[in-house]
């Protein structure tokens, strides 16, 4: 089995507060990963050490080691002794993330695809139209806004601004997905479209994604990672537990 993301005996703490405890997985180059776990159980930190945002945070501190498939091959964006990593804005363009609520740019649709495509990625000036297309077709977007690409996005719908930020991450041709529970902002019909776009993705890309829902978790996941207290504390693959057992198990740790 290829391995897109392996996390070895990683600790994080924000002061004195120790969030994550000697974490161990692994996520296959395929398929969707969910992260599980009650409330305050550390899946969004987890998530957030997967592409060094947690450094953003004033007294967080990460120990152990996360190596990630950037292209060529697992390599350490911590804990890689000897090895200098990645420098962190080539992580963030690599590492795609979607956020819990839409996170839309205060500018136009296309503006909000172009304008990272530009700054970010350096694209020339010459492929930006066509990128930004191709990102909108990838996320079903392009039939719903190409007469209306000027339009500020704050003006699509909530499910739509959220694909319009999963094109976003998309342009900039990401080599893992991050997805911070990404429907938990939308109405039954927009979160069901982005379960759909999302196991479409998921051939194409790795994609962890965390999850409050247990029906969705068994819905979406190839493996599911449940965890409590800041530790993991089952692995299951597809089809070792309905959505019932997964609720029993996170509903034991009350
Ligand atoms: N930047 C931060 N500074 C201080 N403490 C933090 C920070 N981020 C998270 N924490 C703490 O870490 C713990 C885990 O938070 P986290 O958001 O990772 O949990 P979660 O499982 O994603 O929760 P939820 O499902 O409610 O979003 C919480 O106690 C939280 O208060």
Not at 57 to 66: E, K, L, S
Not at 225 to 235: F, I, Q
Request: charged share 25%.
């Amino acid at each position: 089995m290829n391995i897109a993301v392996r996390v070895s005996g990683l600790h994080v703490s924000f002061g004195a507060r120790h969030v994550l405890r000697e974490v161990d997985f692994c996520v296959p180059a395929a398929g969707i990963t969910v992260l599980a776990g009650r409330s305050g159980s550390g899946k969004t930190t987890l998530l957030r050490s997967l592409n060094r945002l947690n450094e953003t945070f004033p007294g967080c501190r990460t120990t152990g080691r996360v190596e990630l498939d950037l292209g060529r091959g697992l390599e350490p964006v911590y804990g890689g002794s000897g090895v200098r990593p990645r420098p962190l804005n080539e992580i963030r363009r690599l590492v795609g993330m979607v956020f819990q609520t839409p996170d839309v740019l205060p500018v136009s649709v296309a503006r909000n695809i172009a304008l990272p495509l530009k700054v970010v990625a350096g694209a020339p000036a010459t492929e930006i139209e066509e990128r930004v297309r191709r990102a909108l077709t990838d996320v079903g977007l392009w039939e719903e806004v190409a007469d209306r690409l000027d339009l500020p996005a704050e003006r699509l719908s909530g499910g739509q601004q959220q694909r319009l930020c999963l094109a976003r991450a998309l342009a900039l041709e990401p080599a893992v997905l991050l997805l911070d529970e990404p429907t938990a902002s939308l109405d039954v019909r927009a979160a069901a479209d982005i379960e759909e776009l999302l196991l479409r993705l998921a051939g194409r890309y790795p994609l962890i994604v965390v999850s409050h829902s247990p029906e969705q978790a068994v819905r979406l996941a190839a493996r599911i990672v449940v965890l409590s207290r800041g530790r993991v504390r089952r692995v299951l693959e597809k089809g070792s537990a309905d959505a019932a057992a997964l609720a029993g198990l996170l509903g034991e740790d009350e």
